[in-house]
């Protein structure tokens, strides 16, 4: 196994992209392996110099950088929508980068979630993040609907932990006529399942509901394809995968059917709805902007968006693809070290996550079955491994393929085999 790290490790083509990116110390005498971006990417190195650029521009410019910086902050997110474009797989102009994320699926759905007394229901993943989950049920409030009647939790069968994409859809087909919107996420956040977004949108459209999709977990880790797949909204962090600091700045996807048809899809507005020619006269009547551009409200945060503008040169640089076929390498190592610690200390752990490496992004998570969860991730984290603990009994790690090692994960199930013991 330790042979095999070493190689795959020298034969990486990705491999001198690790040395981009800060590594946190961990405390003295121990290694530290980082398994956390799924939570907050690391730094890359020239995060800084973006964030600087923007810092110059404004002590030197002051007002005037809006038009005179080197990018000029009025068009500030343009500058973002190619790469973004080539990151989710959509044309630039059915993206932008702005405000948060569940600030996002709420400016979103404002548009996409438009409840009558026949189709008013919302159908998301049971266990989905809490604040997918307040979002959904306090728009279905919102609109004076009783949300445990309008939201639809949809778990997995007996004795699973996954949805497969035939539940998901019978689940379409059974609320077909009172169906508004399908929420689902992109990669899960607490079992890693990435689900067959394809497939989700086009069951939803064939009884007339719309697709949104929160991507938190699926930007930067999975290759998306979000056009040809007809998906119809998304919204993602850039915190995570995406590696762009604490609080980033949240990406956005809207298909061009709807982006193009501002009269056809309300949203709710502000000046940076307005399009950039006409906004400084101040229309009394709004000409809403074209693109996913148009469901900006205000004017762009410079600062996190210089930093997301940084990292996303490196996705740009690696290329989805690349990043995708290290990554499946990568994890099912993991998963292989884990099942050797499991074998040697007889299931003591149990697979949380989708067997097959198409169901899943970078991130394993392992339900710990003795009771002694809590007691193995504090031996793992006291010997330097950085990993997450989510209630009651689970592990999540994310060895990440663009600064993650071979070594590290071989080193993580040596530990993990003392830690069971
Ligand atoms: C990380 C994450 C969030 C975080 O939302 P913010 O609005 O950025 O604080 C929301 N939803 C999911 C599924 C996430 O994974």
């Known amino acids: 196994m330790q042979e095999y790290a070493r190689l795959a490790d020298a034969n990486d083509p990705l491999r001198h992209w690790r040395d981009q990116f800060y590594h946190p110390k961990g405390s003295p005498g121990t290694k530290s392996i980082y398994f956390c971006g799924n939570s907050l990417g690391l730094q890359p190195r020239s995060v800084q110099k973006y964030v600087m650029e923007e810092l110059m521009a404004w002590r030197e410019l002051a007002v005037k950088g809006h038009f005179?910086?080197?990018?000029?902050?009025?068009?500030?997110?343009?500058?973002?929508?190619?790469?973004?474009?080539r990151l989710v797989g959509a044309k630039p102009e059915e993206t932008v980068v702005m405000n948060s994320l569940t600030l996002n699926l709420h400016l979103l759905m404002a548009s996409f979630y438009r409840p009558t007394p026949q189709r008013y229901k919302i159908l998301i993943e049971a266990g989905a993040f809490s604040s997918d989950r307040y979002a959904v049920m306090t728009q279905a409030a919102w609109h004076g609907l009783d949300p445990k009647e309008a939201v639809i939790?949809?778990?997995?069968?007996?004795?699973?932990?996954?949805?497969?994409?035939?539940?998901?859809?019978?689940?379409?087909?059974q609320h077909a006529d009172s169906l508004a919107l399908v929420l689902f996420s992109g990669v899960q956040y607490y079992t890693g399942q990435y689900f067959d977004l394809a497939a989700i949108t086009a069951a939803a459209h064939q009884v007339g509901a719309i697709a949104g999709f929160d991507l938190a977990h699926a930007a930067g880790n999975v290759v998306l394809q979000l056009h040809d797949w007809n998906v119809d909204f998304a919204a993602w962090c850039s915190y995570k995968y995406l590696n762009s600091g604490p609080g980033g700045s949240s990406g956005v996807f809207v298909h061009e059917r709807h982006g193009d048809r501002p009269e056809q899809t309300p949203r709710l507005a502000g000046w940076w709805s307005v399009d950039a020619k006409h906004r400084f006269q101040m229309?009394?009547?709004?000409?809403?902007?074209?693109?996913?551009?148009?469901?900006?409200v205000s004017n762009a945060q410079v600062l996190p968006m210089a930093a997301h503008l940084a990292s996303l040169a490196i996705f740009d640089e690696v290329g989805m693809i690349a990043l995708r076929q290290k990554s499946e390498q990568l994890t099912a190592f993991a998963e292989l070290v884990i099942n050797q610690a499991n074998e040697i200390w007889r299931q003591t752990t149990q697979n949380y996550y989708p067997s097959d490496p198409k169901q899943r992004g970078c991130q394993l998570s392992i339900l710990m079955l003795n009771g002694r969860g809590r007691e193995v991730f504090e031996f793992l984290q006291r010997n330097g491994v950085e990993l997450d603990w989510r209630h009651p009994n689970v592990i999540r790690i994310a060895p990440v393929p663009l600064y993650n090692t071979f070594a590290e994960v071989f080193w993580f199930g040596e530990l993990l085999i003392k830690a069971l013991r």
């Open 153 to 173: 939790e949809l778990s997995p069968s007996e004795g699973n932990y996954t949805l497969t994409t035939d539940e998901i859809t019978a689940a379409i087909d």
């Open 283 to 296: 229309p009394q009547d709004m000409v809403a902007q074209r693109g996913a551009a148009g469901w900006q």
């Open 68 to 85: 005179d910086a080197d990018r000029a902050w009025y068009n500030y997110h343009q500058y973002l929508q190619p790469q973004t474009g």
